[in-house]
């Protein structure tokens, strides 16, 4: 098993930064793909962002592109998301997401992911 607690999230004025963090345990986190996803009310669960298992790759959602960077340190287990020049539309909650698997073309789907974190609330304000 695989656990994973997110923390960092906040209500943030928009243009303003803020860096989220997901902290892994249970399994040698190095094995493990890693991705962000969001959901605002009543809206379905959306990608943000996704990270290769050694960092060398990143994937992101088109609306998020160029402002936030996702990461990860591997020696310290935890995989970290930083968002830039915060929207409004970013609200919403963030979950960490694992799989063992290797990232494929299906990267921006819940379904490539098996592991996931209880989410961290981000409220931006215009």
């Known amino acids: 098993q695989v656990q994973l607690v997110e923390t960092g999230g906040g209500l943030m004025q928009a243009g303003g930064s803020l860096t989220l963090s997901c902290a892994a345990s249970g399994r040698t986190f190095g094995y493990f793909a890693m991705g962000w996803f969001r959901q605002a009310p009543e809206m379905e669960r959306e990608f943000v962002a996704a990270?290769?298992?050694?960092?060398?790759?990143?994937y992101y959602a088109d609306s998020v592109k160029g402002r936030f960077t996702i990461s990860r340190d591997n020696a310290g287990n935890t995989l970290y998301l930083q968002m830039n020049s915060l929207k409004p539309e970013d609200t919403g909650v963030y979950y960490c997401?694992?799989?063992?698997?290797?990232?494929?073309?299906?990267?921006?789907?819940?379904?490539?992911?098996?592991?996931w974190g209880q989410g961290t609330q981000v409220t931006v304000s215009s």
């Open positions: 990270i290769s298992r050694s960092g060398d790759n990143t």
């Open positions: 997401t694992s799989t063992p698997r290797a990232l494929s073309t299906e990267v921006r789907s819940r379904s490539a992911y098996i592991y």
